[in-house]
């Protein structure tokens, strides 16, 4: 079931840029790790970006390009996506665990989202 809730996506042309928000549990965004993850049809889902109070962690393939960034007041956390590509069209998920370290595998959290869709087109 969706524990998370994401928005913004939507359809963007290459080069654009969109911004993802999360709306989770306080405990969660303020103490523990939360990441986005995304998934292509027929791929397997795959890790984005990760933060917590101990800092960020970023995927290659989205280096320089994503910012994620958290606010705690607002329980939220941000997907900020610059220069976007047409290899970056998924469905980006929220996640949630309840450890701080940052993990790029998606079994690491039991928190999750619906998912928002992003398209980009060439």
């Known amino acids: 079931q969706a524990q998370l809730v994401e928005s913004g996506g939507g359809l963007v042309p290459a080069g654009g840029s969109l911004l993802l928000s999360c709306v989770a549990p306080?405990?969660?965004?303020?103490?523990?790790?939360m990441a986005w993850f995304r998934q292509a049809p027929g791929k397997d889902r795959e890790f984005v970006a990760a933060?917590?109070?101990?800092?960020?962690k970023y995927a290659e393939s989205v280096q320089g390009r994503f910012i994620i960034s958290k606010d705690n007041v607002q329980s939220t956390v941000y997907l900020q996506m610059n220069s976007l590509s047409v290899g970056d069209t998924a469905v980006y998920y929220c996640?949630?665990?309840?450890?701080?370290?940052?993990?790029?595998?998606?079994?690491?959290?039991?928190?999750w989202g619906q998912g928002t869709q992003v398209s980009v087109s060439s």
């Open positions: 306080r405990i969660i965004v303020q103490s523990s790790a």
């Open positions: 996640a949630g665990r309840d450890l701080s370290n940052l993990a790029e595998d998606p079994s690491a959290y039991n928190f």
């Open positions: 933060i917590s109070w101990a800092g960020v």
